[in-house]
């Protein structure tokens, strides 16, 4: 049997990267992946798009993770976004910044940062095994010697670097592997939740809107009467309730609320850029200058047609009233309604269907400056798999690489 000087589990961005990193090291490399081609998730990453980055400095992109958040202080301290952009820049790659400093290639094709990453493997000598999943990493006196696959395949190796992704979107391979794997080695799994996922509503007229989006609107979460977060930014609605960058970002304080019994509310907010004064006002002038029109004609620039007669409703309003006959109380319902329209949470879609998942091998059993097991020597971790998580905009992809190539780097 070949002798490698690492094995790396999982070809997903934090696999490839690992790879990549170590074998710049003159190091001889073995990638398995259990898929027939790699990068399965990385291809739809953004919509397809592939969100690499954000611009953003250490600080700020640290402030969007979870409780992870100062295990990857290091981690970002030796390989950040300006590194990973010179990475795929080498490669060719012409970058853009967006709204909210998210980084996309210029082209928007995710395909062409996976070409980079197999261009390197290729150029580094990294030897990959596709269509092979590994059972289990062969440990003895706690030391790293290889790992077995299902079809009973051994592979040696002093060291193992887990990159198997998380348990969202199973469809890519991302089946929860790696926990198993750390399981049996010792290592605590937190408790894995949904994160970055849809929010099911429970009116059913919600089926309606499916398929409508708002560019700008202000969405707050509220548990029992208080408010837990809030966003500003686009959301769609969809046969189930409501999706969208803000609404997946507000689902783990969703989560949480839910697990503490809370009754739940979404709200929204169709005019953020007015105060309640101002919005008043728009109301009242909207109102006089439209005063033979029926009420659900008006406000086509702030709702959608399909919108209004159930927010009328909603608001407890007879679609087909004139302008001239709505009394000030009227008036005042439908200011609230514009302001904070409510809706009632039913749940969260499941962690398969989540951007990433929330939980993993517990970072306080992971040396962060080189993200080797402290249980086990020679067993590394990198990606998803960890306990760590961010909102939407970039961070979980860079926190992928960055993780990947200080696994490399300090094998």
């Known amino acids: 049997m070949k002798h490698y000087d690492a094995i790396v589990i999982g070809a997903g961005p934090a696999g490839m990267m690992a790879a990549i990193s170590a074998s710049e090291n003159n190091k001889k490399i073995l990638l398995i992946e259990r898929n027939n081609n790699p990068g399965a998730k990385l291809l739809i990453t953004g919509g397809g798009r592939c969100n690499i980055t954000n611009i953003c400095d250490a600080q700020d992109f640290l402030k969007s993770f ?48 996976l ?102 609107v202000r969405v ?38 839910l697990q503490l019994k809370n009754s739940v509310e979404l709200s929204i907010n169709f ?26 004609n008006m406000f086509r620039d702030i709702l959608p047609r399909r919108m209004m007669e159930l927010f009328l409703k909603y608001c407890n309003f007879n679609p087909d009233i004139s302008s001239h006959q709505i009394t000030f109380e009227q008036r005042k319902k439908l200011i609230a309604g514009l302001s904070g329209f409510r809706l009632t949470v039913k749940g969260l879609m499941p962690v398969k269907d989540g951007v990433v998942t929330r939980g993993g091998v517990s970072t306080k059993e992971i040396n962060p400056k080189t993200l080797e097991s402290k249980l086990i020597k020679g067993l590394f971790f990198a990606g998803e798999v960890i306990d760590i998580d961010a909102t939407t905009g970039g961070y979980n992809l860079q926190a992928a690489f960055s993780t990947g190539w200080v696994c490399g780097n300090n094998i």
């Open 66 to 113: 979870s409780a992870s958040r100062d295990f990857l202080r290091n981690s970002f301290a030796q390989f950040f976004n300006t590194d990973l952009l010179f990475f795929f820049g080498k490669g060719g790659i012409v970058f853009k910044t967006e709204e909210n400093g998210c980084v996309f290639p210029v082209n928007n094709k995710a395909g062409d940062i």
């Open 115 to 216: 070409n980079v990453l197999r261009q390197k493997l290729q150029e580094n000598n990294v030897e990959v095994v596709f269509g092979e999943r590994v059972k289990d990493v062969i440990v003895k006196d706690k030391k790293v010697e290889g790992v077995m696959t299902f079809s009973g395949k051994h592979f040696l190796a002093n060291n193992v670097v887990v990159a198997t992704g998380g348990l969202s979107y199973p469809e890519t391979g991302s089946s929860g592997d790696g926990y198993e794997l750390a399981k049996k080695l010792g290592h605590t799994i937190i408790s894995l939740k949904p994160a970055l996922v849809p929010i099911i509503i429970k009116e059913k007229f919600i089926k309606d809107w499916q398929g409508i989006s708002l560019k700008k």
């Open 220 to 257: 707050s979460i509220w548990g029992n009467g208080k408010k837990i977060v809030e966003r500003l930014g686009g959301i769609i609605f969809t046969h189930f309730g409501v999706s969208g960058p803000i609404i997946l970002d507000m689902s783990s304080a969703v989560y949480d609320a």
């Open 271 to 296: 005019i953020p850029e007015l105060d309640q004064k101002k919005l008043d006002a728009f109301v009242l002038c909207e109102l006089k200058a439209n005063s033979a029109k029926a009420i659900k």
